[in-house]
């Protein structure tokens, strides 16, 4: 790595890992990383393309057949995960300063992002060496059969902007506790934050070439991986046309793949939850990390009896929120991650409007010395939403609250499965029954009662419908990095006739 100067501003030139190495992209390009709330470039990094992605996979297709990497035990790789938990949770305070100069996402909450990565590398150093084969009561004579369960080769894995570090982490902890080598293709916007943790894996002393991160454009290198004839498996976080084509590129080229997308979840409040932590629910649901999250609760269904007070009391909080520089420990609502993502989010507000939705709050961008380059827009609710407008059924992804109401469980339920995903949704009510009841019905690969946005490495997380394919997280996102392989033994020879299939 380097460190410029441009314009007068300390900046730091990346190279890409590629089989322990430290490399330019072949082509001589560089992107720009900018920080989001103040617009200064911080970072270049490679514009890497089809010969860099070939380097990387023939780097990481090498180290998963070398005997440093394939002949280690479940054990020994676990023992290397750990440490590299601990490295992480020795520069947590760096990497989460890196990843919030990167995408402008708040400072309190990268950082305990970053302490729940190293938490992903402890759980699935402890997972290595306990997810065994099995033993087949096979329905033959003189046979004994036994399943093991074995790593693909080499995988690609390919993350959004929201939560680089998190997101990645939830593929690679999997990915390497069984036994693959991966390809990293963190996000053209967030890339930094990736080579800090390469270079943290090879501190760790995983074998050159088991982890490499490449950066540059989707389109360009990103393709290019997923079309690499060495690569078996392709992990995807990003959003539903992106997702597309990354699955469409996958079964073309035959190579398994998971999808993590998008989602337009629904968090539904009856009229006996418990109002505060309702209201709090509501608000964390969309407006942490100003909506830029997957599982935003972006359509909030509330019963028609503490509609308006519910509102009225959303827009007294949400209304003296402090927003501003995500660098600042106090800041709730930060600034939109990309100059794009800004544009869309206006979009849609402008289209809610014009589909009959009643803005009652923000609905504007925000400028002023505290906004620093301007890339903010205020925290917004619109009610009187159908779910048939745009803004109920496509995800904005920012803090872009519609509101619906409903009169009775049915009802609210039709609502909350009445879309393309299936992501998350939460229920709020003191009556038990009609939690069990709602969480059994809603078509979501996580449901919470009486909380919300909590994810944790312990459990499966994943898309129903259009949200996704496969599950990141505990025992099943392990499988998702395996394939099983069923071994015949012969105990006793016994076949009189060879040309009988038996
Ligand atoms: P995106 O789809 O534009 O990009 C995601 C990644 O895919 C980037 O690294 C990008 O370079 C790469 N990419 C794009 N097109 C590609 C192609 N044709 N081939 C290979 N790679 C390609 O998404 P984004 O804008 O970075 O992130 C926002 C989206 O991510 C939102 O829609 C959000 O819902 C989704 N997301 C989903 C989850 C989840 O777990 N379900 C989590 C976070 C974000």
Known sequence: MQILERESKIMKRYQMMIGGKWEDAASGEWMDSADPFSGQVI??????????????????????????WMELTATERGHLLRKLGDLVERDAVRLADIERACNGKNIIEVTGQVHNVAQWFYY????????HGNVIPINKAGVFNYVKYEPLGVVVAITPWNSPLALTAWKMAPALACGNTIVIKPSEFTSPPLLELGALALEAGFPPGVVNVVTGY????????????LVAKVAFTGGDIGGRKVAEAAVR???????????????????????????????????????????AGSRLLLERSIHDRFVAKLIEVVGAARIGNPAEQSTQIGPIATRAQFNKILDYIEIARKDGATCVLGGTALTGAQYGQGQFIAPT??????????????????PVLAVIPFDTVEEALKIANDTDFGLAAAVWTTDLHKAIHCSDRLEAGTVWVNNYRATSFTTPFGGYKRSGIGREGGLNGAYEYLQAKSVWVTTKPQRANPFVIG
């Open 43 to 68: 970072a270049q990094v490679p514009r890497g393309d089809v010969a860099d992605a070939g380097r990387a996979v023939q780097a990481a297709n090498h180290a998963f057949r070398e005997p440093a």
């Open 124 to 131: 699935y150093a402890g997972l290595a060496d306990k997810i």
């Open 218 to 229: 989707g389109n360009e290198i990103g393709a290019a991986l997923i079309e690499h004839r």
């Open 253 to 295: 080229h035959l190579k398994k793949v998971t999808l993590e997308l998008g989602g337009k979840s629904a968090n539904i409040v009856f009229a006996d939850a418990d109002f505060e932590q309702a209201v709090n629910g509501a608000i964390a649901g969309i407006f942490g990390a100003s909506g830029q999250t997957c599982i």
């Open 381 to 398: 609710i619109f009610t009187g939403v159908t779910n048939n407008m745009r803004i109920a059924r496509e995800e904005v992804f920012g």
